[in-house]
């Protein structure tokens, strides 16, 4: 077994390591932070299942995003559509036979590619030409774009132009799961789409990545519209409620 | 000393909004004035800057993101999508970039970055964190005061970012090491002395309450009762104190008290409770907005009252329908059969829906009105059993009561309405011409209604609307009378007397 194999092996354990670890932390601490009021933005829903529909209209079509630009959705939604049918797609390097989802979108898959790419070009030419998102940009928000559209490129680079061995690769990855190293081929674009990936795994909990558990927890958005109704208290806040006096 | 009044010029008002661009420091000279030590000792911060302002600023930042879960969430899910780049007022009319929601959240962000996260902590450049610095801290005061907490952004942003929630956590912040706001701190003490954030005494308000009696009684000779700490009545309204004596506002107490009048039933004014108004919101600062609120838990008490009612006020609606429960409930010592509270559009609208007022809306015939969404009713809290109520319940009010009426663009009312300019503490003079900038967009939208549709008038629901407007709109050339309460048109048209 060679020496890449072993760095490639041991990258993307840390990598899922601190991309599982980081997350949950943050989870725990998010789950963890009373929130003392209730805040829910209007349109609120007034009951729980109110909630979770608009949390799957949230999650599913950006509905506050396609209010507040159509330009940012558009480009938005592209990139995280195809990239949740390429990484379906991807399911097939990590279980054999493979399943019936992965088998199913094969095809359209790597066209989605290419609409994941459209996406994030169109995300990085918004942010540099308008002036209010150069404004507020930092090096970090161009690199992310950068990284994603590196990784992309560099996988339709290996479906269109310098093939690899996904034999091989599937092979190594399978390997990685039942803690039985395989070979990894030693082809630059791969190794390169795969440090990429594994780069953007571990910047993952550190970065503006967290929006994914973020718009679970934000008050505005799963917080029902009942505060007459029911009454809401955080247990710091409880604390306050003996002692509570008018000043005078 | 009073500092020397900035020259600014009023804006043009356009035919078709534009989102302008970037002027940066274009408001870096706007700050109120800062509270004298009398103003900051009754809430419970310190009088002056502490020595070690720096670490304590940092010490309350942690204990915030330990006791607002929104902090945490808000500060790292933020991608700079730039949704809400074009959506604030003050944006809008100022072109500051730092008035952009985003850029404002980013003046906590950076410092959060730095201080509280791995990332900030060793790429500081790559992220955008800085340190905390008294640069940051002055960026701080300018623009966290710069916000009215209107929540316009959150509506937009696709991960709910509410940029009131991170300007309450600043100014929390300032305060906590001793650089308040005058208006608001001298306001909150006053009503923890007084009761009121106008320092109206009982007896001045007991002469304020018999004059209105006096007034109405000649005016359409019917004896309305405007009373006052009265024991055993069903009904305690607690309403804004500017609506006992600021215009238009005391026009729709008049209006209360008239449908209270038609209704029957017996209603009180407290004097210890005497203010709906609760700026420990603006602040931030749950135990200052719990204290001011216990006031009118105390009040409802002692004059063994059934029912809160609530008067036309913003932000005290949001606290009262959103906070109340939370802050100094559980309310079962009032009726279960009446929402706790009730604002008072919902209580006249409930007597329409029985059928127990009478209006003659040619009363009103020399209007055309329009209504202005106040900012915290619209967007932080609601009226009725049904969503979207704090919409419906008010207009049906003035198409009760009015023959002409219609509404501004749907771009800026309901939920996307925009704030009158003065809200969130920002209601002072030494920020005019934040005020007079950050009315622009409702400005525009309502020279367009007058154009298109001759509006006359603009009805609000909301005190600090109401005086925000009475001072800006003479600034484009309208006329000051132009904004009225709900209440007043309602009163107008009420009939009097007849049978219910």
């Known amino acids: 077994m060679s020496v890449l194999t072993a760095i490639f092996a041991l990258l993307f354990y840390t990598a899922t390591v601190i991309l599982v670890a980081g997350l949950a932390a943050k989870i725990r601490q998010y789950a963890r932070t009373p929130a003392p009021l209730k805040i829910p933005t209007t349109p609120a829903p007034t009951t729980r299942g109110g909630v979770i529909a608009r949390l799957f209209r949230e999650v599913v079509f950006f509905e506050s995003l396609f209010k507040g630009s159509k330009w940012s959705w558009l480009f938005g939604w592209l990139f995280h559509f195809g990239l949740l049918i390429v990484l379906v797609r991807h399911l097939r390097y990590f279980a054999e036979p493979i399943w019936f989802v992965a088998a199913l979108?094969?095809?359209?898959?790597?066209?989605?590619?290419?609409?994941?790419?459209?996406?994030?070009?169109?995300?990085?030419?918004?942010?540099?030409?308008?002036?209010?998102?150069?404004?507020?940009?930092?090096?970090?928000?161009?690199?992310?774009?950068?990284?994603?559209?590196?990784?992309?490129?560099?996988?339709?680079?290996?479906?269109?132009?310098?093939?690899?061995?996904?034999?091989?690769?599937k092979a190594f990855f399978l390997g990685l799961m039942r803690f039985d190293w395989q070979p990894l081929p030693a082809d630059a674009l791969l190794l390169l789409h795969l440090a990429l990936v594994a780069a953007l795994m571990i910047i993952f909990p550190f970065s503006k990545l967290l929006h994914v558990p973020g718009l679970f927890f934000s008050p505005t958005r799963n917080q029902a519209d009942d505060s007459r109704e029911r009454r809401h208290v955080a247990p710091w806040a409880a604390k306050l409620d003996a002692t509570r006096t008018t000043g005078n | 000393m009073a500092k020397a009044k900035e020259e600014f010029t009023t804006p043009t008002l356009a035919d078709i909004p534009v989102i302008p661009v970037i002027a940066p420091d274009a408001m870096a000279h706007s700050k109120p004035f800062v509270a004298k030590p009398e103003h900051q000792e009754p809430l419970g911060f310190p009088g002056e800057l502490v020595d070690n302002w720096k670490q304590k600023a940092l010490d309350k930042m942690g204990e915030l993101l330990g006791k607002y879960r929104s902090l945490p969430v808000f500060l790292d899910a933020c991608v700079k999508c730039g949704a809400c780049t074009d959506k604030c007022h003050y944006y809008l009319g100022t072109a500051d970039p730092k008035n952009m929601p985003v850029a404002r959240q980013d003046l906590l962000r950076k410092v959060y970055r730095r201080h509280f996260t791995v990332a900030g902590k060793y790429f500081p450049k790559l992220v955008g964190a800085v340190e905390l610095s008294e640069e940051v801290i002055e960026d701080w005061y300018k623009y966290y005061h710069q916000c009215s907490e209107c929540r316009r952004c959150s509506v937009?942003?696709?991960?709910?970012?509410?940029?009131?929630?991170?300007?309450?956590a600043g100014r929390e912040i300032l305060d906590h090491i001793g650089i308040g706001q005058k208006y608001s701190n001298e306001i909150i003490a006053k009503v923890y002395k007084i009761g009121n954030n106008l320092g109206l005494p009982e007896p001045a308000l007991a002469d304020t309450l018999e004059g209105l009696e006096e007034e109405v009684q000649e005016?359409?000779?019917?004896?309305?009762?405007?009373?006052?700490?009265?024991?055993?009545?069903?009904?305690?309204?607690?309403?804004?104190?500017?609506?006992?004596?600021?215009?238009?506002?005391?026009?729709?107490?008049?209006?209360?008290?008239?449908?209270?009048?038609?209704?029957?039933?017996?209603?009180?004014?407290?004097?210890?409770?005497?203010?709906?108004?609760?700026?420990?919101?603006?602040?931030?600062?749950?135990?200052?907005?719990?204290?001011?609120?216990?006031?009118?838990?105390?009040?409802?008490?002692?004059?063994?009252?059934?029912?809160?009612?609530?008067?036309?006020?913003?932000?005290?609606?949001?606290v009262a329908y959103s906070f109340w429960n939370t802050l100094i409930g559980p309310f079962d010592f009032l009726d279960p059969n009446y929402p706790v509270p009730q604002h008072v559009c919902e209580f006249t609208y409930d007597l329409i829906q029985k059928g127990a007022l009478k209006f003659d809306k040619e009363a009103n015939d020399d209007k055309v009105v329009t209504f202005h969404d106040s900012c915290n009713v619209s967007r932080a809290s609601r009226m009725g059993d049904m969503p979207g109520g704090q919409f419906v319940i008010p207009r049906e009010l003035l198409k009760a009561s009015c023959n002409h009426y219609v509404d501004m663009s749907p771009d800026t009312i309901h939920e996307?309405?925009?704030?009158?300019?003065?809200?969130?503490?920002?209601?002072?003079?030494?920020?005019?011409?934040?005020?007079v900038k950050g009315a622009v967009p409702r400005m525009e939208a309502l020279k367009k209604v007058i154009d298109e549709d001759g509006v006359t008038h603009m009805a609000a629901i909301c005190a600090i609307c109401k005086s925000q407007f009475t001072k800006v709109l003479p600034y484009y050339g309208m006329g000051m009378d132009m904004i009225v309460s709900v209440h007043q048109l309602v009163g107008d048209a009420l009939v009097m007397g007849a049978e219910h």
């Open chain 2, 416 to 435: 996307n309405t925009f704030c009158c300019g003065g809200g969130g503490g920002l209601l002072t003079d030494d920020l005019l011409e934040l005020r």
């Open chain 2, 219 to 318: 005016d359409i000779e019917v004896d309305v009762k405007f009373p006052l700490d009265q024991e055993g009545a069903e009904v305690l309204l607690v309403t804004p104190s500017a609506d006992f004596f600021a215009e238009p506002h005391v026009d729709g107490l008049i209006g209360y008290g008239k449908v209270f009048h038609q209704a029957g039933l017996s209603w009180t004014l407290s004097s210890y409770a005497s203010e709906a108004a609760n700026f420990g919101i603006f602040i931030g600062n749950y135990e200052n907005m719990q204290k001011v609120a216990m006031r009118i838990r105390q009040a409802a008490l002692d004059l063994g009252v059934k029912r809160i009612v609530v008067g036309e006020c913003g932000h005290a609606w949001r």
């Open chain 1, 105 to 169: 979108v094969q095809d359209i898959g790597v066209y989605m590619g290419f609409v994941m790419l459209l996406g994030l070009l169109g995300l990085l030419a918004r942010r540099s030409l308008v002036d209010r998102l150069r404004y507020i940009s930092a090096p970090s928000d161009y690199l992310m774009l950068v990284l994603l559209i590196a990784i992309g490129g560099s996988g339709l680079l290996m479906k269109y132009v310098a093939r690899t061995d996904i034999v091989a690769v």
């Open chain 2, 156 to 168: 937009y942003c696709p991960y709910g970012i509410d940029t009131a929630e991170i300007t309450m």
